[in-house]
């Protein structure tokens, strides 16, 4: 996605698995944005020729989590070329892509490390993968939104926000710095609504219509709420993603609630293509909140729960 909106605001190439980099070049993989198909149809290597002799000035990095794996491979061997660290963006779910990201270019580069700076990403699209015979079509809709926020690095932020704002498909909201590990927390509420449902193999709005499963929703967000507000954290509004306004409404009893189930679900699930919940990164959902909790000598019996459902 990131590839084909940004190919006319530079030159883009990707890097990739011999497998998907195939599909590529034998052109079977379909970009679906509404009822218009376009061929991905962009210059690629595979992820062993890398860097193959090319410099660059980002990398957006897409992998699922862990995301330090991937970093150590790029980073070292653009350290070993003597190429310019190229400016990062992290674009997975999850509260823990920025911290891991830090460490790992510390361990590369030492003190260096922070002229390299790294942005985070919280991408509100629904993007799905749909597989029709020989074809791989990637569907999303437009406009592409999302909050961008610099983890660290001595980049200059105006010029990586024209690379955007130029761009009619991109609706960004840009976050100061300071505001990065909160854009984290809001954006983990809202991937945390609806991961209950899923681990009982409901949609959003089938787990909603359920009492005891929409309280167990709830009951979670609220175990979430209670571990980011002990770490003096704070959760955030963004154009049509009222977070903060979620937060409030989810410590309202629960007797109040329930009339308004089909109304929240509704409006969750709007904009998501139908695209059901992915328990693929559940660790880094429930069990980030879990993990969050042990740490700060807290408990969060509910996430545990959803979280060893999801592992049966």
Do not use: W
């Not at 629904?126 to 079509?137: C, Q, S, V």
């Not at 193999?201 to 709420?225: A, M, P, T």
């Not at 989810?250 to 969750?268: D, Q, Y």
Request: aromatic share 14%; net charge positive; proline share 4%.
């Amino acid at each position: 996605m990131f590839a084909f909106e940004l190919k006319n605001s530079g030159n883009v190439f990707g890097i990739g698995r011999k497998k998907e980099i195939d599909l590529i070049k034998e052109e079977k993989i379909f970009i679906k944005r509404g009822e218009k198909e376009f061929l991905f149809k962009e210059e690629t290597i595979y992820d062993f020729e890398f860097p193959k002799g090319i410099s660059f000035d980002f990398l957006f990095l897409t992998v699922k989590n862990p995301v330090g794996p991937a970093i150590s491979y790029y980073y070292r061997k653009i350290k070993e070329e003597n190429l310019k660290p190229p400016v990062l963006f992290l674009s997975q779910n999850g509260i823990e892509a920025s911290e891991d990201a830090v460490s790992c270019l510390k361990e590369i580069f030492g003190q260096d490390f922070k002229k390299i700076s790294v942005f985070r990403i919280s991408l509100f699209n629904a993007i799905e993968k749909k597989i029709l015979e020989d074809k791989t079509y990637i569907l999303y809709s437009l406009p592409i939104r999302f909050a961008l926020a610099k983890v660290c690095g001595e980049s200059e932020d105006e010029k990586i926000f024209e690379i955007f704002k130029e761009n009619k498909n991109f609706e960004i909201f840009f976050l100061p710095e300071k505001e990065m590990k909160n854009m984290e927390y809001s954006k983990l509420f809202l991937n945390l609504i609806g991961m209950a449902s899923a681990t009982h193999g409901f949609s959003i709005k089938e787990g909603f219509s359920k009492k005891e499963i929409f309280k167990e929703e709830i009951q979670s967000l609220r175990e979430f709420k209670k571990v980011v507000l002990f770490k003096k954290g704070r959760f955030l509004n963004f154009p049509h993603y009222p977070v903060k306004i979620l937060s409030f409404l989810i410590s309202l009893p629960l007797f109040f609630l329930f009339p308004f189930r089909k109304l929240l679900a509704n409006l969750i699930e709007k904009g998501r293509l139908g695209k059901l919940k992915d328990l693929d990164e559940i660790d880094y959902y429930n069990g980030g909140v879990v993990k969050m909790a042990k740490e700060l000598g807290l408990e969060a019996p509910i996430n545990f729960r959803i979280l060893k459902r999801a592992k049966t």
